[in-house]
């Protein structure tokens, strides 16, 4: 399975965008990219995936480098609600199950009054 | 829609015993769920892969024997801690995959603090 690696923190002032790196060098071509974020004591969210085109929904948008070995999610506009851990994930695709997800450390992103 | 339960949100019981937890996908079908397991500060580990109507498939290292998995149903899956001891005091959290809306998504339940006495 193709690993992630992110920065373990970051802050952001509320208003602003937020801008969260995550590193995939080892990522195969089927593999897609998945943010889910996690507010404490809940479980994870999902925000937004992607395979190599850049995505964006309500919440997010995901930018996906043209070798796909890195990716960013952005918030455009930071609340103090967005204050959670994101979680970059590569989905790995097994025989009959699939889709198993194996979680990083994450990325703990404090949005700043 | 998509969503999923888990009951109890959090149990504390006495060394030696069992606990189960339930795992509900509340409008949808659920084929295949997921459970995790959470230390504090620490990120989510997947212990295993809940298919209905068969056995469950084990992570390297999760004891299948103290981590009876059943998912008779789909939409239920109960993960039960037998003999339970301090160490497995966690937070547990399930997920749930709605083929029908996409075959790549989970969905998670919103988590079950255990705590061992």
């Known amino acids: 399975d193709a690993k992630t690696t992110q920065p373990p923190s970051m802050d952001c002032a509320e208003g602003r965008a937020a801008n969260l790196p995550c590193n995939h060098s080892?990522?195969?071509?089927?593999?897609?990219v998945y943010w889910y974020r996690q507010i404490h004591s809940q479980g994870p969210q999902y925000i937004i995936h992607g395979l190599k085109n850049n995505e964006t929904n309500e919440m997010a948008s995901l930018i996906i480098t043209e070798d796909r070995k890195s990716s960013t999610l952005i918030l455009p506009h930071a609340t103090l609600r967005d204050t959670a851990v994101y979680y970059c994930i590569v989905r790995s695709l097994r025989s009959n199950t699939g889709n198993q997800f194996y979680f990083g450390t994450g990325t703990s992103l404090t949005v700043i009054p | 829609g998509a969503v999923v339960s888990q009951h109890p949100s959090w149990v504390i019981c006495k060394s030696g015993t069992s606990v189960k937890i339930e795992c509900r996908s509340l409008?949808?079908?659920?084929?295949?769920m997921f459970w995790y397991r959470q230390f504090p500060k620490q990120s989510l580990m997947l212990m295993a892969t809940s298919n209905e109507g068969s056995k469950a498939t084990y992570e390297q290292g999760v004891e299948k024997d103290k981590f009876l998995i059943n998912h008779a149903s789909l939409t239920l899956s109960t993960l039960t801690v037998t003999s339970a001891h301090p160490e497995d005091s966690s937070f547990y959290i399930c997920?749930?995959?709605?083929?029908?809306?996409?075959?790549?998504?989970?969905?998670f339940g919103p988590g079950t603090r255990l705590t061992v006495l």
């Open positions: 409008d949808f079908q659920a084929t295949t």
């Open positions: 997920s749930a995959r709605d083929v029908a809306v996409s075959y790549n998504e989970q969905f």
């Open positions: 080892t990522i195969s071509g089927n593999e897609y």
